[in-house]
């Protein structure tokens, strides 16, 4: 993938004695592209509320594409070049959101449009959106979805789509 970002994953856990110990250091070079020139690496996941920090598996590495995992959370990085594909979407999560390099637009489902660049954090409450990248440079962004329940507004139930 040309211009990927440099994402170092440091992940901690214990020994067999019960010791913290890092069990992953590594850049992450494994991007995958989700819509065209719009990339993604999911850093961990979880699939329960407490999440279960004992045993060895990577949960970076589950399988599959996926905006939420019921009942847990996603930690991923997005990066979005210049020109990234249209995405109208709901999901059934609250999202944490960090711009780590760059700038994007956040475009909702009444044309409201929100502008954040390098440093800007954003809370994303199952709000139908749309990821644009007018610009010249990517946009990198750490994103944490934790499952939530579906929104209730008006006297009707929001649903997940896109």
């Known amino acids: 993938m040309a211009q990927q970002p440099s994402v170092r994953r440091v ?5 067999d004695n019960g010791k913290a ?9 494994d991007f995958q592209e989700g819509r065209p020139n719009g990339f993604l690496r999911n850093i961990w996941t979880t ?3 407490p999440a279960d920090n004992s045993g060895q598996a ?3 590495a589950r399988p599959g594409r996926f905006t939420m995992i019921e009942n847990g959370t996603v930690f991923r990085i997005l990066h979005f ?3 990234v594909q249209q995405r109208v979407h709901r999901t059934d999560s609250i999202d944490y959101l960090i711009v780590m390099a760059g700038e994007i637009d956040m475009e909702l489902d009444e044309g409201q449009e929100v502008h954040l660049k390098t440093g800007d954090v954003m809370v994303q409450r199952g709000t139908v959106h749309n990821w644009v990248n007018r610009g010249t440079e990517p946009c990198t962004m750490a994103v944490i979805l934790v499952h939530a329940s579906p929104v209730q507004a008006g006297g009707k ?3 997940a789509f896109g």
């Open 11 to 15: 992940i901690t856990g214990h020994d």
């Open 47 to 49: 699939d329960t509320t």
């Open 157 to 159: 139930t929001l649903n």
């Open 81 to 83: 070049l210049p020109g």
């Open 21 to 29: 110990v890092v069990t992953i250091d590594e850049v992450c070079t």
């Open 58 to 60: 990577d949960g970076g």
